[in-house]
């Protein structure tokens, strides 16, 4: 007959292998399931961190185009006024500026009129320069050169038998300026792009 004491000791052993076996098993279970947890919640996190930095990268993308929109009429009159800077010093250094300035503005003037241009004292003596042959105004009965202090370097004013072309400084920097601010306008009015 079996020993009882050997089949309770066998019993035991078979429990006790039983017991760290489901152990084993529930310890691998748990550490897979704790595992795959972990790793969802890591990427749940990780997702609502990059859609953090999504909504920050956007906010900070608005706040940048809401400044720009901003200062933008203070950048572009900056930008003008630079520009108006360098074209003066321009003028004063390339008397071809002043040429075309002048032939810019007699192309306006209707042919076979009788022309007096106004010009500052230091310009009218480039221009006379260049009309002394009458090559330069074909078409026009004659051109008289006014010296006039009243008129700022590099402009003119041409008086004919039809009225008056003003080729100010002045004048053409109104032109500009209402131009860039038309255009100002008509931006401001767009939709911002994304």
Not at 9 to 31: D, V
Not at 35 to 41: I, P
């Amino acid at each position: 007959p079996p020993d009882p004491r050997l089949e309770a000791e066998r019993f035991l052993q078979e429990t006790r292998r039983r017991a760290e076996e489901i152990e084993s098993q529930a310890y691998n279970q748990g550490f897979a399931q704790g595992r795959k947890d972990g790793e969802e919640l890591g990427r749940r996190q990780y997702e609502a961190r990059a859609q953090r930095l999504q909504e920050i990268i956007r906010s900070l993308e608005d706040q940048v185009r809401r400044m720009l929109a901003k200062h933008e009429a203070q950048v572009i009159r900056l930008a003008t006024a630079v520009a108006r800077a360098l074209v003066r010093t321009e003028i004063r250094t390339n008397p071809d500026v002043l040429r075309v300035a002048v032939q810019a503005a007699m192309e306006r003037v209707v042919e076979g009129s009788r022309v007096r241009l106004h010009l500052h004292p230091r310009d009218a003596e480039i221009v006379a320069e260049h009309y002394a042959s009458g090559a330069a105004a074909p078409g026009r009965s004659s051109v008289e050169i006014i010296p006039d202090p009243q008129v700022r370097r590099s402009g003119c004013l041409i008086e004919t038998d039809f009225g008056l072309v003003d080729a100010t400084v002045e004048t053409r920097w109104q032109a500009l300026s209402e131009a860039v601010e038309e255009l100002l306008r008509e931006r401001t009015r767009l939709p911002a792009a994304d």
